[in-house]
């Protein structure tokens, strides 16, 4: 399985942003993905992640209310769709997939068996 996040890029506090995650060499509808990001200096943090089969979504608090992760079972592809971007949210975006997640793990890094490259958000204030 492989994950190519992209749509990262440089905007303004306020601004809209959506990303992508396109998942090849596996069955995609069956895959849970989520979003992760890591600020310079500072620890990884969940964002949002939706299941596979089915399609629950869930969020950290810090996005709630901003930001609205979907899938396209079609284009084999989630995305995050970001709003009210502000300096808190400039991170490398990183997109994880996995297959055998429990409800209990959606917001976990070490639950998720495939990682993406990364795609950087910058806000500017």
């Known amino acids: 399985v492989q994950l190519q996040a992209s749509g990262g890029g440089l905007v303004q506090a306020g601004d809209s942003l959506r990303i992508s995650c396109a998942l090849s060499?596996?069955?995609?509808?069956?895959?849970?993905v989520g979003w992760f990001r890591q600020a310079p200096g500072k620890e990884r943090e969940f964002v949002a992640a939706i299941r596979g089969n089915g399609g629950a979504t869930f969020y950290g608090d810090s996005v709630k209310g901003r930001f609205i992760i979907s899938r396209d079972n079609a284009q084999n592809t989630v995305y995050l769709q970001m709003h009210s971007l502000n300096s808190e949210d400039t991170a490398v975006y990183y997109c994880?997939?996995?297959?055998?997640?429990?409800?209990?793990?959606?917001?976990?890094?070490?639950?998720?068996?495939?990682w993406g490259q990364g795609t950087l958000v910058t806000v500017s204030s």
């Open positions: 060499g596996g069955t995609f509808r069956s895959y849970s």
């Open positions: 994880a997939a996995g297959n055998r997640l429990i409800l209990s793990t959606m917001r976990s890094g070490s639950a998720y068996d495939y």
